[in-house]
Structures are given as structure tokens and as C-alpha cells.
């Protein structure tokens, strides 16, 4: 079998450049194996193979060239599998920080997406809404303060490696909703990814880790426009179907208008 090859068989072999290859002996990262004296020709061996492609995967993540070159010149088996497994922690890390941020902009765009066709519903609609892991204020007179205290409760998910799954909202005063029309917030909450591991998120006196159950929702948008009129919309279906007790009205954040943000509430009605 074919042991020894040249600069452009090399090359082609390796999916590289013979400039690159040209480099890499200039700057002492891989030398051939056999440079004819005469020609000047150099020979790379099949054995060398494997150092091309620890350097085109160190490439494509970023790795130094330099640092690679004091690994490969080192000779040493050991030193490079010990490497080598460093570039693969590394690599995993990136993976799960590209899953993270595809996680996020795909919520994010699904959010954007609801929003905007949510808010072309003028009457009241019913849907079916997954349970939801949140983060809950416990404090009712923290409400007032719940940007701020959003901004806390994200830091401290995200050392609990917890991810914000964007939405947000108030839990509403049920008697006063529906016998008064009166909005009323009672606490706040932020949802959480389902992939994330609540084990090892430490609750604290503002704050506490619920869920909002699964079930059937009848909901309706408003904004600061037709707010009384939705409201009070709301209110009558409410009457119409009997509706006199639940366990959750809610009042989630919609994505549709950062001028005129709206909103959606969220009245519970049967699992």
C-alpha cells in the first residue's frame, strides 16, 4: 500500500490547499515527512494524515494554530489525545451554547409569530395551553417593581443554567375580574425552558418556582387603545358562559408592537 505522497496528492486527498500545506511546514505546524533534495519536492506520509485533521478541526473552532503546532511538534501520543479531548470539551460547550441560542430564537420568533395574529381576534377564543414552569414574585407589592426584579430572577436562572422561555405576565385578582372587570395584579411570573433542570434553582424570599396548569383557556388581546373595552368584553363572556370561580386568570406579554405592546388574558377553564 501506498505509503508516501506528494504536496498535491496530499492536498487533494486532505481537502486542503497546497498553499496551506506550504504554510504549515513555513511555520513549523506540519513538515513533510521527505523533501527531495534535488527537487525540492515535499512528501507528506500516510501517518500524517491524522495531524491534518486535528488542524482543519482546530480551524474551524477558533484554536490558535500556534497552540496546535506546540502539540503536534511534541510528538507525544499522550499529549496529543489529552489535547485533543480539550478541543472536544471545548467543542461541546459551543454545541450546547449554539443549541442554547437556537432554543432562544426560535421561542422568540413562535412568540413574535402568536402575537401578531392573536391580536387580530376581536371576541373572546378559546385554546389549549401546555402547563408552563415559572418563576413566581411572592411578595403581591413587588409587582409594581417586577422589571427590575425580572432582570435579578434572569441572572439567577442563568447560574442555575435555567433559560427564560420569554414569556411573562401578572396573575390577575380572580374575584375582582370577574364580578368588577377590575384588573388587579396579585404577583408576577417568568416562564422557564422545559429542558431546564429546576433542581438546582434556590428559591428565595422574593421568588419560588410553580407552574401554570394545562389546560383549556378562553383568552382576548388588549392594549393601552381598547384595554376597558377588551376588558369588559371579557367580562360579559364570562357571564354568558356562568363562569363564577377558577383556579388562574392570567395577563400574559405579547411580541406584536414595541410602541404599543399588547397583552393577552388567560382565563382558566377546565383541564
Given at each position: 500500500?501506498?505509503?508516501?505522497?506528494?504536496?498535491?496528492?496530499?492536498?487533494?486527498?486532505?481537502?486542503?490547499?497546497?498553499?496551506?500545506?506550504?504554510?504549515?511546514?513555513?511555520?513549523?505546524?506540519?513538515?513533510?515527512?521527505?523533501?527531495?533534495?534535488?527537487?525540492?519536492?515535499?512528501?507528506?506520509?500516510?501517518?500524517?494524515?491524522?495531524?491534518?485533521?486535528?488542524?482543519?478541526?482546530?480551524?474551524?473552532?477558533?484554536?490558535?494554530?500556534?497552540?496546535?503546532?506546540?502539540?503536534?511538534?511534541?510528538?507525544?501520543?499522550?499529549?496529543?489525545?489529552?489535547?485533543?479531548?480539550?478541543?472536544?470539551?471545548?467543542?461541546?460547550?459551543?454545541?450546547?451554547?449554539?443549541?442554547?441560542?437556537?432554543?432562544?430564537?426560535?421561542?422568540?420568533a413562535?412568540?413574535?409569530?402568536?402575537?401578531?395574529?392573536?391580536?387580530?381576534?376581536?371576541?373572546?377564543?378559546q385554546?389549549?395551553?401546555?402547563e408552563?414552569?415559572?418563576?413566581?414574585?411572592?411578595?403581591?407589592?413587588?409587582?409594581?417593581?417586577?422589571?427590575?426584579?425580572?432582570?435579578?430572577?434572569?441572572?439567577?436562572?442563568?447560574?442555575?443554567?435555567?433559560?427564560?422561555?420569554?414569556?411573562?405576565g401578572?396573575?390577575?385578582?380572580?374575584?375582582?375580574?370577574?364580578?368588577?372587570?377590575?384588573?388587579?395584579?396579585?404577583?408576577?411570573?417568568?416562564?422557564i425552558?422545559?429542558?431546564?433542570?429546576?433542581?438546582?434553582?434556590?428559591?428565595?424570599?422574593?421568588?419560588?418556582?410553580?407552574y401554570?396548569?394545562?389546560?383549556?383557556?378562553?383568552?382576548?388581546?388588549?392594549?393601552?387603545?381598547?384595554?376597558?373595552?377588551?376588558?369588559?368584553?371579557?367580562?360579559?363572556?364570562?357571564?354568558?358562559?356562568?363562569?363564577?370561580?377558577?383556579?388562574?386568570?392570567?395577563?400574559?406579554?405579547?411580541?406584536?408592537?414595541?410602541?404599543?405592546?399588547?397583552?393577552e388574558?388567560?382565563?382558566?377553564?377546565?383541564?
Amino acid at each position: 500500500m501506498k505509503n508516501i505522497f506528494s504536496i498535491g496528492e496530499t492536498a487533494k486527498i486532505n481537502n486542503v490547499s497546497v498553499q496551506a500545506l506550504r504554510h504549515y511546514d513555513k511555520i513549523g505546524l506540519l513538515k513533510p515527512s521527505y523533501v527531495n533534495e534535488d527537487s525540492g519536492y515535499r512528501y507528506y506520509s500516510l501517518d500524517q494524515f491524522i495531524y491534518l485533521d486535528i488542524i482543519k478541526y482546530a480551524k474551524i473552532f477558533g484554536i490558535p494554530l500556534k497552540e496546535v503546532r506546540d502539540t503536534l511538534v511534541s510528538g507525544d501520543m499522550q499529549e496529543i489525545s489529552i489535547k485533543v479531548r480539550t478541543y472536544q470539551n471545548m467543542l461541546e460547550k459551543q454545541i450546547d451554547t449554539l443549541l442554547s441560542v437556537h432554543r432562544r430564537f426560535t421561542k422568540v420568533a413562535e412568540l413574535i409569530e402568536y402575537g401578531i395574529k392573536a391580536v387580530q381576534q376581536q371576541e373572546p377564543y378559546q385554546k389549549r395551553i401546555s402547563e408552563r414552569r415559572i418563576i413566581k414574585l411572592k411578595d403581591r407589592d413587588e409587582v409594581i417593581n417586577f422589571e427590575l426584579n425580572s432582570r435579578k430572577i434572569e441572572t439567577d436562572m442563568s447560574q442555575s443554567k435555567l433559560e427564560f422561555a420569554f414569556e411573562s405576565g401578572y396573575f390577575v385578582d380572580i374575584p375582582e375580574f370577574i364580578n368588577l372587570g377590575k384588573e388587579s395584579f396579585t404577583s408576577a411570573y417568568m416562564t422557564i425552558m422545559a429542558e431546564g433542570d429546576i433542581t438546582n434553582f434556590m428559591s428565595n424570599n422574593e421568588y419560588v418556582v410553580s407552574y401554570i396548569p394545562e389546560g383549556e383557556y378562553v383568552c382576548l388581546t388588549y392594549n393601552e387603545h381598547n384595554k376597558k373595552e377588551r376588558i369588559k368584553k371579557m367580562q360579559e363572556y364570562l357571564n354568558e358562559i356562568h363562569l363564577k370561580e377558577t383556579t388562574v386568570i392570567l395577563v400574559s406579554e405579547l411580541y406584536d408592537n414595541f410602541d404599543n405592546q399588547s397583552h393577552e388574558i388567560q382565563v382558566y377553564l377546565h383541564p
